[in-house]
């Protein structure tokens, strides 16, 4: 080989490798979730163990669809890069169950919330996302039941700021009237907070192929 094709070779950028969200975790969530209990104890204050083990599944799917924007923000994708990621995994997570599935009620209610969490990922990725956090939400709550779009447009604006290293307040999910959708969104909204913070130091380093 000559010194030319060497040194080509060693210029070549290495390539980071890294399943963010698979078909067979999640299978293996469903799996989990079919053996869960979501009936509990009618006489225990906790919640059924079903429906903690339904918050870890839509947790895990938050911090790992995250992961890819962190991934991001380290300059480890491009834009267009971690965009096409989140595609993959959106893929795989916003599977419509059947209707005979005695999971889909539960899954559905999950993948609600999670419109939130890829409208976010996808407006901070794109920018655009200015405007104060109260407002957002005054506005998220004042057109939620007659324009959900124009609801979840409000949400992903929040949850961009919360990715970019917002504050996220409690006060956002008080509201003397009755819940809708944009409460569910808020909801996922806080968990990306979270997770954002547990984040803090995540990367992975580029390896040769």
């Known amino acids: 080989m000559s010194m030319a094709k060497k040194s080509a070779k060693a210029e070549e950028p290495m ?28 006489d225990a204050e906790e919640m059924p163990p079903g429906f903690q083990t339904l918050q870890s599944f839509a947790e895990d799917i938050t911090i790992s669809v995250l992961k890819i924007v962190k991934l991001y923000q380290n300059e480890r994708f491009s834009k267009e890069e971690a965009l096409e990621k989140l595609g993959v995994v959106e893929g795989i997570v916003m599977r419509e169950l059947p209707e005979d599935d005695d999971l889909a009620e539960f ?11 890829f409208a976010s990922c996808r407006s901070y990725l794109e ?13 998220g709550r ?6 959900p779009e124009a609801a979840l447009e409000a949400a992903a604006k929040l949850g961009a ?3 970019a290293g917002g504050k996220w307040s409690a006060t956002f999910l008080k509201s003397k009237d009755d ?12 968990t990306i907070s979270e997770a954002v913070a547990s984040l803090k130091n995540f990367d992975e380093e580029p390896g040769e192929v």
């Open 15 to 42: 390539k980071l490798f890294y399943i963010f969200y698979s078909e067979e975790r999640w299978n293996n969530w469903l799996s989990s979730l079919r053996e869960a209990d979501f009936e509990g104890d009618p």
């Open 107 to 117: 899954v559905g209610g999950v993948q609600i919330s999670l419109l939130a969490l």
């Open 127 to 139: 920018g655009g996302y200015e405007g104060d956090p109260k407002a957002l939400v005054k506005e």
């Open 142 to 147: 004042k057109v939620a039941e007659d324009d």
């Open 161 to 163: 700021q919360m990715i």
């Open 179 to 190: 819940p809708t959708i944009f409460d569910e969104w808020l909801a996922e909204i806080e």
